[in-house]
């Protein structure tokens, strides 16, 4: 499972381990320290938003299907939930995600 700790605010990446970095097809130096939307997870802030707001608001364990694009540009299918998490004294999103690319070309 791919794994993302970002800021609850601006979605700024503070950590992801090597699931995360695979899928996105960044390395670690280009992703940490930039946002989800300038990375192109999320076409855009609004996005991002709605979609974190939606999934805490249903608490922890809801997997939303998002459609998004890797460092190549190339479309994949994700299953992403959200949990809060205090870090650091501050708060923060955990972002567990899982790509069904595959499973969703065969369906």
């Known amino acids: 499972m791919a794994i993302l700790i970002s800021d609850v605010v601006n979605g700024r990446i503070i ?14 130096e280009e992703a940490i320290g930039r946002d989800t939307v300038e990375l192109g997870v999320f076409a855009s802030p609004e996005e991002r ?3 974190v ?9 809801n997997a939303f299907e998002h459609q998004t694009r890797n460092k190549r540009g190339e479309p994949i299918t ?12 501050q708060n923060r999103l955990l972002s567990i995600v899982q790509d069904i690319t595959a499973r969703k070309r065969a369906e």
Not at 15 to 28: F, I, K, P, T, V
Not at 53 to 61: E, K
């Open 49 to 51: 938003r709605n979609l």
């Open 53 to 61: 707001r939606q999934a805490l608001d249903r608490g922890p364990g």
């Open 15 to 28: 950590d992801a381990n090597a699931a995360a970095l695979a899928l996105s097809g960044y390395a670690r």
């Open 78 to 89: 994700i299953l992403i939930s959200f949990s809060l998490l205090a870090l650091d004294g």
